[in-house]
């Protein structure tokens, strides 16, 4: 799936449904365990309690949670690639889904015509995956899906450029399976944010 904003709320839901179903495991064999761990990893905890999750109690409804976000997830892949989820619309009652074009400011709700603040939605999903690891290209991929104006070649360049501290500006936090280089998205747009800033006041200068 591509990942967007939208898709790390789906994540989020998943998990949340995953980690249920371990903690109940867990609590009826009073064992204790991890549960800070990822969507892989909580898939790989369940895979050999698949006939107990399957007679357990809360099997229908855990069934129908994964089913719900997974049609969810469907819907993000199905979104046009010029367009961004930016929640839902804060006027009570409304609850339309806003998808504004990628590089949009402000937004109009379709149904009550309340005005949005894309910027401070996108910064806010930012937050909240910030933590998300993978390959350069696909980090700077989805920065740019979220409306921030970054090249790949300009975060190819960060790997190697040092700072006044004769520091590297941005670097790797592993490798793949495949031996690629992993960057976490928090880091690179904070060296996207400290540019930006310093050539703010350059030009200001």
């Known amino acids: 799936m591509v990942f967007r904003i939208g ?17 109940a495991w867990v609590s009826e064999q009073e064992r204790p365990v991890h549960r800070m761990l990822s969507v892989p990893q909580l898939v790989a905890s369940l895979d050999p309690l698949r006939d107990w999750v399957v007679k357990h109690a809360q099997a229908e409804e855990w069934h129908d949670r994964l089913l719900e976000q997974c049609l969810k997830a469907l819907e993000q892949i199905d979104i046009p690639p010029e ?34 603040d894309v910027r401070a939605r996108r910064r806010e999903g930012l937050r909240r995956i910030e933590a998300f690891e993978a390959p350069l290209s696909r980090v700077v991929d989805t920065l740019r899906a979220a409306g921030e104006q970054i090249t790949y070649e300009q975060a190819r360049k960060w790997t190697s450029r040092r700072d006044g501290h004769d520091r590297v500006m941005l670097n790797a936090v592993g490798h793949d399976q495949r031996g690629t280089k992993l960057y976490r998205l928090g880091d690179v747009r904070a060296v996207l944010t400290r540019t930006t800033r310093r050539k703010a006041r350059s030009l200001r200068a």
């Open 7 to 23: 898709a790390a709320e789906v994540a989020d839901r998943i998990t949340e449904v995953l980690r249920s179903m371990l903690a």
């Open 83 to 116: 367009r961004v989820f930016a929640g839902v619309c804060p006027t009570g009652g409304c609850g339309v889904e806003l998808w504004p074009i990628i590089g949009e400011d402000v937004t109009v709700c379709p149904r009550c015509q309340a005005q949005v």
